[in-house]
């Protein structure tokens, strides 16, 4: 990628002086420099694996903490592998590291075998295999690493035993065998539209599945899906400020056209015949969960189309038969097999001799965790959906106990252990009252890894084996020069969550210019932690008084607040963030609701811009950045959820998009979009500023030359939000002059046709 243009329609944004607390913010990527990513464990729980930049880097390196003595250290570095040379990253890697939001670089992930003795990870377009008990004994690099034949190849992954590499080199699937040496192609025919052992973009972008293929349990065979892309409607992404490089073709599944077609294949890890596996395809295309534990059957879970039926099925590896093992349904949509967004231990959550598997249902109103034999039959149900349970973490055979996170009281995220008996105990005594928690636990449940975050306190990571604490994963980010101060309150009889950030410096009952943060989406933003919150503060110091709210649809909920919003995303969201913003006033007086603006990203563009539309009478100015403006443009599995089949009766998706309300707009817009966003493509802030344009109604449009979803440049996060401050300044405060770095920009012609 190009040095990064920031381009304003008309003129070009002189440079602003710095603000320390906004750039410490966006040189450590919102603190993530320095934090541990990618955590592991060694099955038997003896040491944690994970990488870790420093404070001020975004060049991760491999660690290490030894459970026995709490001691930690650093393993393998970047540098040591790359002797000097940059890291170069093809378009194909970037593509999967868009969709896991992955902006660090060095080591990004690797793959564990199941013994822990080695790990392969990739570096630069080269494979490594890395011998973990060799470092962990003092050896050098050049005695524990061996660079692997294989190069660029994507999504490699060790067998159990850690004897073999799987990987995806020309769009087929390759095995390695690692003492031989000898690489042996699986597969044969793929291509960039016909794939062999990858994930297909609805699976990685929404069902947070990013694997495609899958070990057999002794190494001998694998299961992989071929990703047919040749039916899918092809997109153009490319930056327009470089028309001189080759723009690049992507599939992109729309809504009411066609997906990728799915089909799971079954070969031997030494070669031979392809073994479909079998199953009513058409009626259930989504394979949105795959597990093949080491006791217990290998199985898929599917759903159809219009995500209100799906099955868990049991394979037999050997004829690639499938029998029903549960089934799943719901008239509006049945939740992901991993509950809600946010994945836990992949479901279903097999026990280790393989005579039953947990299982996670919202049949009862609420996610309620259920054991289930063998064959699918329901023995007992272990969390209650008035337990509030978020997700499972994970099941320890020698305590027989799960683990599991419970939101007792949105937006806490609590880590809770269940015994077999039914008793239910929080793992951490003496939390304080806003806290968020994440619980991973190691195959045997021996040792157990609490994440917690408060408002005023960044993620740490703390390691408990069963008898109690062993010390905590270290740190090497800064210390934020400022901490939010977020005052959480509940609105109304339908209880809507919100926090409340003022300036440091505000005066008691003095009427502020107020700006929501908002999302409206599924995911909550009234959270207890967050990089979001310690931005919002800073926006706030700028003069404002933030607030943000959770509307109905936002996870944490029970079964029927997740689907308020189902076919009337505009009606509900923004009837409930006017609501609570009118709730909230009455609480806090220096709450100024003749001066309020709104501002988001992504499913929050969206909400923003909807707001202004729609209720000019309550919202003043907004910031939409990379909005979805017509969900007819957003892809099939997340917008056929909310919003149904795009045949369906009705003029749900005509109400839903912008483009028709674009004639109402009375108050103050800036859309922001990446023009190489392959999420929320640039045509639909293109297409909502065309309508604007020719509807005469006067907007501010900000193109992030050569950006995508993620805006990742320090510089540009900087300005981007500087700019937010200021526009919000010029149209919520009286009498301020515009600021020398505004720009207006007017709308373009006819978008782009596709």
Request: charged share 25%.
């Amino acid at each position: 990628m190009s040095a990064p243009l920031l381009v304003m329609l008309l003129a070009a944004t002189p440079a602003a002086p710095q603000d320390p607390v906004i750039r410490q913010l966006v040189e450590t990527r919102n603190f993530r420099n320095g934090t541990p990513t990618a955590i592991q464990m060694d099955p038997r729980g003896r040491y944690v694996l994970f990488l870790r930049s420093p404070g001020t880097s975004t060049v991760q390196s491999l660690q290490v903490f030894d459970v026995a003595s709490g001691q930690s250290r650093e393993l393998l570095s970047a540098d040591v592998l790359l002797q000097g040379t940059t890291q170069q990253l093809t378009d194909a890697e970037r593509a999967q590291l868009e969709r896991r939001r992955v902006s660090a670089r060095g080591f990004l992930r690797f793959s564990l075998a199941e013994d822990g003795r080695s790990l392969i990870t990739a570096l630069s377009g080269k494979l490594y295999r890395v011998d973990v008990e060799a470092l962990l004994a003092g050896r050098s690099a050049e005695q524990s690493v061996r660079q692997l034949s294989p190069t660029d190849a994507l999504d490699p992954t060790l067998s159990r035993d850690g004897k073999k590499l799987s990987y995806v080199k020309d769009w087929d699937l390759h095995v390695l065998d690692l003492a031989s040496g000898k690489e042996r192609r699986l597969t044969t025919g793929g291509s960039e539209r016909l794939t062999h052992g990858l994930a297909e973009f609805v699976a990685e972008e929404e069902m947070d599945r990013h694997s495609g293929a899958w070990w057999s349990p002794d190494g001998s065979k694998l299961l992989y899906e071929e990703s047919d892309t040749r039916a899918v409607e092809t997109f153009t992404l490319g930056d327009p400020a470089h028309p001189e490089r080759p723009f690049q073709q992507r599939a992109y599944p729309r809504v009411g056209k066609n997906n990728a077609k799915v089909r799971l294949g079954l070969v031997s890890s030494s070669g031979g015949k392809t073994t479909w596996v079998r199953w009513d395809a058409d009626r259930y295309p989504y394979v949105t969960e795959v597990q093949w534990p080491g006791k217990g059957a290998l199985t898929l879970y599917v759903m159809d189309r219009p995500q209100q039926h799906a099955v868990l099925l049991a394979v037999d590896p050997k004829t690639g038969a499938t029998r029903t093992l549960l089934e799943e349904q719901d008239p509006a949509w049945v939740s992901l097999a991993w509950v809600g967004g946010r994945r836990g231990d992949p479901l279903p959550l097999w026990l280790p001799d393989g005579s039953g598997f947990f299982w996670v249902t919202q049949r009862h109103g609420g996610n309620e965790a259920e054991l289930r034999g063998a064959d699918g039959t329901l023995k007992a149900s272990w969390i209650k959906p008035d337990q509030k349970m978020f997700t499972l973490s994970g099941y320890d055979a020698t305590e027989r106990a799960l683990y599991w996170i419970a939101s007792p009281e949105q937006p806490d995220l609590v880590a809770m252990r269940t015994r077999e008996d039914g008793t239910s105990e929080r793992l951490v005594a003496g939390l304080p009252e806003r806290v968020e928690q994440t619980l991973k636990l190691s195959s045997d449940g021996s040792t157990r890894i609490v994440g917690t975050e408060t408002p005023t306190a960044l993620p740490t990571w703390a390691v408990y084996g069963r008898d109690g604490r062993k010390g905590e994963l270290p740190l090497t980010r800064a210390a934020p020069l400022r901490m939010p101060a977020p005052e959480y309150r509940k609105l109304g009889p339908q209880g809507f969550w919100s926090y409340v950030l003022r300036p440091r410096d505000a005066k008691p009952g003095q009427k502020l210019p107020t700006v929501v943060y908002t999302y409206g989406g599924p995911f909550p933003v009234v959270r207890s932690s967050g990089a979001d919150l310690v931005k919002n503060q800073w926006l706030a110091d700028q003069g404002f008084l933030v607030v943000a709210f959770d509307n109905r649809g936002t996870l944490r909920r029970d079964h029927d607040w997740e689907r308020a919003t189902r076919k009337d995303p505009i009606g509900v969201i923004i009837g409930d963030q006017a609501a609570a913003l009118q709730l909230l006033a009455r609480e806090v007086p220096e709450l100024d609701l003749q001066r309020v603006g709104i501002h988001g990203w992504s499913y929050g563009g969206y909400t923003s811009a909807a707001a202004l539309l729609t209720r000019p009478d309550v919202y003043k100015a907004a910031v939409s950045g990379a909005p979805v403006t017509d969900w007819r443009n957003y892809d099939t599995f997340y917008t056929e959820r909310f919003l149904g089949l795009a045949d369906e009766p009705g003029d749900v998706y005509q109400k839903a998009s912008l483009l028709p309300k674009a004639a109402g707009l009375k108050g103050a817009l800036l859309l922001v979009h990446g023009t190489t966003d392959d999420n929320v493509f640039v045509l639909h802030s293109l297409q909502l500023s065309d309508a604007l344009f020719r509807a005469g109604r006067a907007h501010e449009f900000l193109p992030l030359s050569g950006f995508t979803h993620m805006v990742a440049d320090p510089v540009i996060q900087e300005s981007l939000s500087r700019r937010t401050a200021d526009f919000f300044r010029e149209h919520l405060v009286p009498e301020t002059p515009r600021p020398a770095t505004a720009v207006t920009g007017g709308g373009p012609a006819k978008p782009p046709a596709h």
